[in-house]
């Protein structure tokens, strides 16, 4: 199998005349060796800047800096790196400067939702622990743009010890989802104590990876790393490939071993303006992850973080992509389309609309060619009064242990057990003339 080709040759070369071709696969060498300047880049790539546009950029690099592995940069088309897909993503742009005024530096308020540093709170059940302050690669539409170079660090134990108690202290917490930066700039060594504190609290279910290391530093995928991974399971791993000429030889031997190994793997693409807002590079991207045992979970539409006004689509670019996808191809080659919600909402799911209308005997629906047709409903259906006293409840659900959890949302409104009939907004005007009138 080519693991290397004559660019990655040329570019290892040039790093270093003398270097052994078989460094290129060390992952270390490959971040020792990381470009972090324009003039690196030129040197690699052979791209020759205009000076106008090298000082501009230099100015984008003074506010977000830049940091590519030497594989990644390879994937560059260097005769046509204007429109590049991986070099867009890789490289400065000078748009990084424009704010908006609609634009955030916490979109998602990541940190006012964090009871402790390093953890997120947002949904009742799982928590974001953020236990990585680098990453190999500096993505340039990075929703945590306001933090990429700040701490080029790896939170110590102590630090870490702090989100393990949050957990271990939050009964509610079932899922963790281990995200940074890159988690996988951890050591071997570190991610094996932190996986074992986080897996021995007994809450806790499933552990979940989120890294780009598969896309942009393939080789940091090794059999040790593996080894120390597998003594986790259930361990989820979702990784972040946005276009489908990332999934090269290395990435694919890279997903190969952990499938082989038994994680269930995962794809978040971003949905980012002239890099894969098209829904013929979306279905070959995500065929292409199927094919690898990767099954797409989530597409997002870019956040409104500052900085990547330029990366932006409208919501439509994403309805038209799930349109072609949804029916068109395989079920579960299809992502749920998601905004995370500004203000810190968490993700809202957004489709195109299937449902045409309804009565009490029928729901009249269309399908992806544009057949409309119908639905009957039952005629004979006893709805079910839920009082969640599943004891009494002919439905065979035996609960080990009493459950909990509240009704939320709109779920509560349609709840038997709950007495609400109304989601009513703070400070509504309406009821607190209500209350002023003493009533
Ligand atoms: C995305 C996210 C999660 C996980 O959400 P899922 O829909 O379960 O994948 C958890 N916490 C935060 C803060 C998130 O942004």
Redesign the pocket.
């Known amino acids: 199998m080519e693991i290397f080709n004559d660019t990655q040759k040329e570019i290892a070369r040039r790093i270093r005349p003398e270097s052994n071709i078989s460094n290129w696969q060390d992952w270390k060498w490959q971040l020792k060796n990381s470009v972090q300047t324009t003039e690196k880049f030129e040197l690699l790539t052979g791209i020759n800047f205009p000076e106008n546009e090298k000082k501009l950029m230099k100015e984008t690099l003074k506010r977000f800096p830049l940091s590519v592995t030497p594989y990644y940069l390879s994937l560059i088309d260097t005769d046509n790196y204007n429109n590049d897909p991986v070099f867009k993503q890789a490289f400065a742009n000078i748009n990084e400067l424009t704010v908006l005024k609609t634009d955030m530096a916490d979109p998602?308020s990541?940190d006012t939702?964090s009871p402790v540093e390093g953890i997120?709170?947002?949904?009742p059940d799982?928590?974001?622990f953020h236990v990585s302050n680098i990453c190999s690669m500096y993505c340039r539409h990075c929703t945590r743009k306001r933090k990429v170079g700040d701490v080029d660090s790896i939170p110590g134990k102590e630090q870490l010890r702090k989100g393990i108690e949050y957990i271990k202290n939050t009964p509610q917490i079932r899922?963790v989802?281990l995200s940074g930066g890159d988690p996988l700039m951890l050591s071997d060594s570190y991610l094996d104590w932190l996986l074992s504190e986080i897996t021995a609290i007994p809450h806790v279910e499933v552990v979940r990876i989120g890294t780009r290391m598969p896309v942009v530093l393939p080789y940091r995928i090794t059999d040790e790393l593996v080894e120390v991974l597998k003594k986790y399971q259930p361990l989820w791993i979702n990784t972040h490939f946005n276009h489908p000429r990332e999934i090269t030889a290395s990435s694919r031997a890279a997903l190969a071993k952990l499938a082989d190994a038994g994680f269930p793997l995962g794809n978040q693409s971003v949905l980012l303006a002239d890099v894969n807002d098209c829904p013929r590079i979306m279905r070959k991207l995500v065929h292409k992850l199927v094919q690898n045992r990767v099954r797409p979970?989530?597409l997002y539409q870019c956040d409104l973080s500052e900085g990547l006004a330029h990366f932006r689509t409208p919501v439509g670019k994403g309805i038209e992509i799930m349109e072609s996808l949804i029916g068109h191809t395989s079920g579960f080659a299809v992502p749920t389309y998601v905004i995370?919600a500004p203000g810190g909402g968490?993700?809202i799911p957004v489709m195109p609309n299937y449902i045409i209308s309804w009565s009490t005997n029928k729901v009249v629906l269309r399908n992806y060619e544009g057949i409309i047709t119908t639905y009957t409903e039952p005629e004979s259906y006893e709805s079910k009064f839920c009082d969640r006293n599943c004891e009494e409840c002919n439905l065979d659900l035996q609960l080990e242990e009493p459950d909990e959890q509240k009704g939320i949302g709109i779920e509560k409104l349609l709840s038997d057990y709950d007495t609400a009939i109304s989601l009513v907004p703070d400070n509504n005007e309406r009821y607190n003339r209500r209350e002023n009138n003493g009533g």
């Open positions: 998602l990541e939702d997120t709170h947002r949904y799982r928590v974001l899922d989802l979970y989530y995370d968490g993700k």
